[in-house]
């Protein structure tokens, strides 16, 4: 027989195991068609001129109510993704990115040096004493000079002469092109930041980088999430 506390709870309880249940249930399929949202991506500079606009078209042909903020991405601090300002990130998984984010491989980039038509280095084979010699434009987030690029001739013995130091891969690249110094800057990052301009493989042992599509675990069963990082995968991976 139930007691008079358990008659009490089961009123209680009753409207609540009700809204469990409906909480717990599948959510309803999603219709792209139908969907009215802004999702906000973090990136690098490079990843709007170069992927920007196809994914855009992707969007719109798919779920023309979806609305996309880009925002630079001026550091690896994973805080956006955690206080949820920012949706989805791209980037280098490192030792400063927060251990509790998903990451996805998007595709495999590496580092080349850039010079503007007519330097001299786009002459003749690009050695290593050749590419060192040079007057070089530094690049660096966070003021710090080291780099694979500066390991790398360290440990031959050689280092670069930079002349000037800047955040950004257009900024690097605009100086190159107006003048005699040289960009090293990502490959596929930078493919539509380098028209008219000559492109050398750098002469260095360096091994090829990955940038990862980034975001935070609670979103991992958010169907629009899930579906837009589809969208940003499958249109990178497109020549």
């Not at 008079?4 to 909480?23: D, K, N, S």
């Not at 999702?39 to 109510?65: C, D, I, K």
């Not at 070089?136 to 780099?147: E, P, Q, T, V, Y």
Request: hydrophobic share 45%.
């Amino acid at each position: 027989v139930a007691s008079p506390r358990a008659l009490e709870l089961r009123e209680r309880i009753g409207p609540l195991v009700h809204e469990a249940q409906a909480a717990l249930r599948p959510a309803a399929a999603l219709k792209l068609e139908q969907l009215e949202r802004e999702f906000t991506l973090r990136t690098r500079e490079g990843f709007v001129e170069n992927f920007g606009a196809a994914l855009l078209a992707r969007v719109g042909s798919e779920a023309p109510g979806v609305r996309l903020r880009f925002v630079p991405k001026p550091d690896r601090d994973s805080t956006p993704l955690r206080d949820g300002s920012v949706d989805l990130e791209t980037g280098v998984v490192g030792s400063p990115t927060g251990p509790e984010l998903r990451a996805q491989a998007l595709f495999r980039d590496r580092f080349m040096a850039v010079v503007r038509d007519g330097h001299a280095l786009g002459r003749g084979r690009l050695t290593v004493a050749r590419y060192a010699a040079g007057r070089h434009i530094g690049l660096s987030r966070d003021g710090k000079a080291a780099g694979p690029v500066a390991q790398a001739l360290a440990a031959l013995g050689l280092s670069r002469d930079i002349v000037v130091t800047v955040a950004g891969f257009s900024e690097a690249l605009a100086l190159a092109r107006g003048s005699d110094l040289i960009a090293t800057v990502p490959e596929r990052h930078t493919a539509h930041l380098r028209p008219g301009m000559v492109s050398l493989d750098l002469p260095l042992a360096l091994a090829p980088f990955t940038v990862s599509l980034l975001w935070h675990p609670r979103m991992d069963g958010d169907a629009a999430h899930r579906w837009l990082r589809g969208c940003v995968r499958e249109t990178v991976a497109t020549p």
